[in-house]
């Protein structure tokens, strides 16, 4: 698991980022023991401009967006080590823009729900229809929770 901060992203004290990398990666290894085998995931905390460009260039929308998610076991069988899921892309400007819509929860933990939907979509899950949405959200929950323990991962 790798977390790379763009310069101009950065909104995380050193303590928090240290307890954000700590906690992406109960994630990444909860999703592990789940999936049955070691996985990795790189997370990248951004600005509005970098993703805006990779959100026109990818999805074709021309606006900055919260978090977007590549998929590496989205090509042809073989084209990819199946055990890196992909990179996560989340821009700080926007989660705290959401954090301030949502509460008092503060960008710590948007970063951190953020990051979990990004996980989640390069595990496969999705929310086109209400079942899908469910499901992907227990799933989020499931790793949220893993990521605030402490002790032993368990599969999440």
């Known amino acids: 698991m790798s977390l790379h901060v763009d310069p101009e992203a950065r909104a995380l004290t050193p303590a928090l980022l240290a307890q954000l990398r700590r906690q992406l990666a109960r994630m990444v290894k909860a999703a592990s023991l789940t999936e049955g085998r070691a996985l990795d ?8 401009a970098v993703i805006h460009e990779l959100n026109r260039g990818y999805r074709g ?24 899921l992909g990179d996560v892309v989340i821009s700080v400007e926007t989660a705290r823009r959401q954090a301030r819509k949502r509460g008092p929860h ?3 933990v948007e970063v951190r729900f ?3 939907h990004g996980l989640c979509h390069l595990l496969g899950y999705d929310h086109n229809d209400d079942a899908e949405e469910a499901e ?3 799933r989020m929950a499931a790793l949220l929770a893993e990521a605030a ?6 599969a999440a």
């Open 114 to 116: 953020l990051a979990s």
């Open 61 to 84: 929308k021309d606006k900055p967006t919260d978090v977007l998610a590549f998929a590496q076991r989205d090509g042809p069988p073989g084209a990819a080590d199946a055990t890196v």
């Open 106 to 108: 503060g960008l710590f």
């Open 41 to 48: 995931a790189a997370f990248r905390l951004t600005t509005d």
């Open 136 to 138: 992907m959200n227990a």
């Open 149 to 154: 323990r402490t002790g032993r991962v368990r």
